[in-house]
């Protein structure tokens, strides 16, 4: 298995050079140390015994990167590995970060979570052609910034699920979670129609730029081109890197480990907004009773995560863990697995980010070994062991 190792001495001097360095060991919330060599020996295992093709792992400590390493292959056609400035997908990591970016605007008093976007648009929703489908039903004047981003607008993840392709409202705004892309692209819209901001400019200029984010866009580059990682489904059929060419908040962002690693320390450390507007954007919003985020529309409700208080917030996952509060993202498509959690008092992070689907299956092994037993919702989210999927036959 290829593993991109750079040496004790490189990694410091990468870690210096964006300003993130620290001397402090390496260790989970639970208090034991982390060997580089354990760490790494834990990983390629796990990714053996799943074949999962590529995966880039980052720890995050005191709001500093402390750890960055990419393992396997960004294409195993050409025997391409994976390293730590290898474009790949960010899927709905996307989200997380636009979320960040809208923060910006409520604390500059452009955004109101809670004003109708009937206030920002101006003409009536229905009256766009991208949303004409939502004419006759009046419910669209109660989307507010927060409910399109705590994912409660009641739409469907994506219209295209819907047999008809049509939008609709399944719920009414506000009343209960189901996770939406479409409310994510709609506060794109609000902010485009409604505030006259180009949300790529405004990504680049408010994220990207201040994290040093250099190989991180919310539109394919010509230069991504010579270090890319394509996807592998679960049965490893190969899933090009769709070079996408229109910014989509809901997920048209490319990154790296090494970039998103940096952003979300950054966020940790609560950089770029106010103490206010972070502790809004990660506190509980709306709590989570369905009994897996996907299929998004499910009826069928649980107690499972009540204990944690699972929930969302504004853009982001919460829960409670025995460490503090933490917030996450996950990310999804076919041959992208993302996922990123915080513990918000200790400001440590796990960030891991693949090109194969299998990944999903040691995500729980390796969120418990490297941070620590945080009772993270893994059912909810799908995260089946490996090994307990095999024995259960799921």
């Known amino acids: 298995m290829h593993v991109k190792r ?20 390496i260790r989970a919330l639970d208090g034991r140390a982390l060997a580089p060599a354990a760490i790494d020996g834990r990983v390629r295992g796990l990714m053996r015994a799943n074949d999962v093709k590529g995966l880039a792992l980052a720890l995050i400590r005191d709001g500093r990167v402390v750890y960055v390493r990419t393992y396997g292959l960004r294409d195993v056609e050409r025997d391409l590995p994976l390293e730590p400035d290898t474009v790949m997908y960010a899927a709905s990591l996307t989200k997380a970060t636009f979320a960040y970016m809208v923060m910006q605007l409520v604390d500059e008093g452009k955004v109101d979570l809670d004003r109708s976007i009937a206030d920002y648009l101006p003409k009536p929703l229905p009256a766009y052609p991208k949303y004409a489908d939502l004419a006759g039903d009046e419910r669209w004047r109660r989307l507010t910034p927060r409910i399109l981003l705590d994912h409660t607008t009641g739409f469907q993840n994506f219209r295209w699920l819907d047999p008809d392709g049509k939008l609709r409202f399944h719920r009414d705004p506000g009343t209960r979670y189901g996770y939406s892309g479409e409310g994510v692209n709609l ?3 609000v902010l485009e129609q409604g505030l006259g901001l180009d949300v790529g400019q405004e990504m680049q200029r408010r994220v990207f730029d201040r994290f040093g984010m250099t190989r991180t866009s919310m539109l394919w580059r010509a230069d991504f081109a010579a270090n890319v990682a394509n996807g592998y489904t679960a049965d490893g059929k190969l899933q090009p890197h769709d070079r996408r060419e229109n910014v989509r908040a809901a997920g048209s962002m490319d990154t790296t480990i090494a970039d998103w690693s940096r952003f979300l320390a950054g966020v940790a450390r609560g950089e770029g907004l106010s103490a206010k507007a972070k502790a809004e954007m990660i506190r509980l919003q709306v709590p989570i009773d369905s009994v897996r985020q996907f299929p998004t529309l499910a009826p069928e409700t649980t107690d499972e995560n009540k204990a944690v208080r699972l929930g969302y917030g504004v853009g982001w996952g919460v ?19 993302n996922y990123g959690l915080c513990v918000e008092p200790r400001r440590a992070c796990i960030v891991l980010m693949s090109n194969s689907d299998r990944t999903e299956g040691i995500y729980k092994a390796l969120v418990d070994e490297l941070m620590g037993d945080v009772g993270m919702p893994w059912r909810w989210e799908n995260y089946i062991p490996y090994d307990l999927a095999a024995k259960t036959g799921r």
Do not use: N, S, V
Request: proline fraction near 5%.
């Open 6 to 25: 750079l040496t004790a001495a490189a990694i410091g001097l990468w870690l210096a050079a964006a300003g993130l360095a620290t001397a402090a060991p």
């Open 187 to 189: 506060m794109q819209f």
């Open 319 to 337: 829960f409670e863990t025995p460490f503090g509060h933490a917030y996450f993202k996950e990310g999804h498509d076919d041959g992208t697995r």
